[in-house]
């Protein structure tokens, strides 16, 4: 049931799925591992959301990227009779994951507006930190946000489906 209610049912919600996790994560992401990287500072928060709108566009390309491999990694971890839970944390981790391989480099080139080996060169050292803030976001924030929209949008159109068919 927690399938069928809180994950998108098609093309169209998917994409409002993938809006209000790629909004929430990239507007709480993207400034707290720029704190983390320079300082907290109202300067630096304010460059942070001069780029916000280029880091979304790049997190939108490789979601769409990573969107198959990542269920290629979840279904080898997960069976399907494993709990809706299960595989939502697993799932989160495989995107997650591979989310945080490309924007840690990517992220770094748009953020510093320029294309280095900087970001190659101090990957092992960024891309845990990165992974594990991502990670917090996704598990406690975003999904659960979005799952919630979905649930709520899913209950309203199913109670209108019933009312429409009592009509009848």
């Given at each position: 049931?927690d399938?069928?209610m809180?994950?998108?049912?098609?093309?169209?919600?998917?994409?409002?799925?993938i809006?209000?996790?790629?909004?929430l994560?990239v507007?709480?992401?993207a400034?707290?591992?720029?704190?983390?990287?320079?300082?907290?500072?109202?300067?630096?928060w304010?460059?942070?959301?001069?780029i916000?709108?280029?880091?979304?566009?790049s997190?939108?390309a490789?979601?769409l990227?990573?969107y198959?491999?990542?269920?290629?990694?979840?279904?080898?971890?997960?069976?399907?009779?494993d709990?809706?839970?299960?595989h939502?944390?697993?799932?989160i981790?495989?995107?997650?994951?591979?989310?945080?391989?490309?924007?840690t480099?990517?992220?770094?080139?748009?953020?510093?507006?320029?294309v280095?080996?900087?970001?190659?060169k101090?990957?092992?050292?960024?891309?845990?930190?990165n992974?594990?803030?991502s990670?917090?976001?996704?598990?406690?924030?975003?999904?659960?946000i979005?799952?919630?929209?979905?649930?709520?949008?899913?209950?309203?159109?199913?109670?209108?489906?019933?009312d429409?068919?009592?009509?009848?």
């Open positions: 049931m399938f069928y809180k994950l998108p049912r098609n093309k169209k919600e998917f994409a409002l799925f809006a209000v996790i790629s909004i994560s507007n709480i992401i400034p707290l591992i720029t704190f983390f990287e320079f300082e907290f500072s109202l300067e630096v304010v460059n942070v959301l001069k916000i709108p280029f880091i979304w566009l997190v939108i490789f979601v990227i990573t198959k491999p990542a269920e290629w990694l979840t279904h080898k971890i997960v069976k399907k009779e709990s809706f839970n299960a939502i944390v697993v799932n981790l495989c995107t997650v994951f591979l989310m945080s391989i490309f924007m480099v990517v992220g770094t080139w748009i953020g510093s507006k320029q280095t080996l900087e970001p190659i101090f990957f092992f050292y960024k891309q845990p930190r992974f594990a803030i990670f917090a976001v996704e598990a406690l924030f975003a999904q659960p979005a799952r919630f929209v979905m649930f709520k949008m899913h209950k309203a159109m199913d109670k209108r489906a019933t429409k068919h009592d009509a009848n």
